[in-house]
């Protein structure tokens, strides 16, 4: 092993990204444009989903300042709005003729309970259905990228969650964060499960799943509960979160290591995975459940009208 390879993962370990086309959903701030700011450093073309496109517009020049001739682009994309997620990958496909990698960031966290015009509870709708529908639309252009790769973004907080199917909406019981630690169970669930079916297919395209620990984001002060805003936005991003720059690099690796297996869940190396450096952590064993994940791909297939078509990479 040289001593290049010895040394701690960072983002200038990224290889060369000319002429390789993403999508880094909740683009516009914390996670979501560190991740587009070191594509972007390395040659990468990045396509910004988020759903206020003037913040949009503002982290593209942001990170079109990182490399002369960077020309990243916005579009609108409402992860909760159907409409808005099929829009979307509409204007993806009229414009790219294929997706090397689609990076399923964005998530909102702890929020009072709503329904979108769905009828789903938004948590769940956000950080897992709009990604759902997202990556099963866009399927077809990832089959032909080079190297396709589907990260989405979890939590430490999938191991202590589950899926309650008979109350998703929170109708009978709603915690605003056991809610959030529900979607990121099925965030999990469902990074496993396509990978199962893309290999079950013999598709090229990996899946591949990550976590930031703990990263001051700004999401934490959104909670809709005081005390979670004071105890993890206030003093735990103040003590012990990482900055985004550090909490990304777990999706950076998954999203541009060569080589890395479909399947596999990159977390931070410290104690707890709070933080540190990217490596291989454990997934839980009941987001690996193949019944779990049938039910929750049926449903998810249900609730969104999108059905995936698993052609083999040629």
Not at 136 to 148: C, E, H, M, Y
Request: some cysteine.
């Amino acid at each position: 092993m040289t001593k290049e390879q010895r040394r701690p993962w960072a983002a200038d370990r990224i290889p060369d990204l000319s002429g390789r086309v993403f999508v880094v959903t909740g683009a516009n701030s914390g996670l979501g444009l560190a991740t587009t700011r070191a594509l972007v450093r390395r040659g990468g073309h990045v396509i910004l989903a988020v759903r206020d496109v003037e913040k949009g517009r503002r982290a593209a020049s942001d990170a079109a300042a990182e490399r002369p001739g960077a020309r990243p682009e916005v579009r609108r994309l409402d992860l909760a709005d159907l409409d808005s997620v099929r829009a979307f990958a509409d204007g993806v496909r009229a414009d790219h003729d294929r997706l090397d990698v689609l990076v399923n960031n964005a998530g909102v966290m702890a929020l009072p309970r709503s329904l979108t015009p769905s009828g789903h509870e938004r948590q769940f709708a956000c950080n897992h259905l709009g990604h759902f529908a997202l990556t099963g639309l866009l399927l077809d252009l990832l089959t032909a990228g080079r190297d396709p790769r589907v990260v989405t973004v979890s939590s430490v907080n999938h191991r202590k969650a589950g899926l309650d199917f008979d109350d998703l909406t929170g109708e009978r019981r709603y915690s605003p964060m056991g809610a959030y630690s529900q979607s990121k169970f099925a965030n999990a669930v469902f990074g496993w499960e396509l990978h199962r079916r893309l290999a079950e297919a013999g598709s090229r395209v990996r899946s591949l799943l990550a976590h930031p620990g703990y990263t001051a984001t700004g999401l934490q002060m959104k909670s809709s509960s005081a005390l979670l805003r004071v105890l993890l936005g206030r003093l735990g991003n103040a003590v012990l979160a990482q900055r985004p720059e550090r909490g990304a690099l777990p999706q950076l690796y998954a999203a541009t290591e060569p080589g890395l297996a479909s399947g596999l869940f990159i977390g931070p190396s410290g104690m707890a995975e709070l933080r540190g450096d990217p490596t291989e952590v454990g997934l839980a064993p009941a987001a690996a459940d193949p019944t779990t994940g049938r039910r929750l791909w049926e449903l998810s297939e249900r609730a969104t009208g999108v059905r995936y078509a698993f052609p083999a990479s040629v």
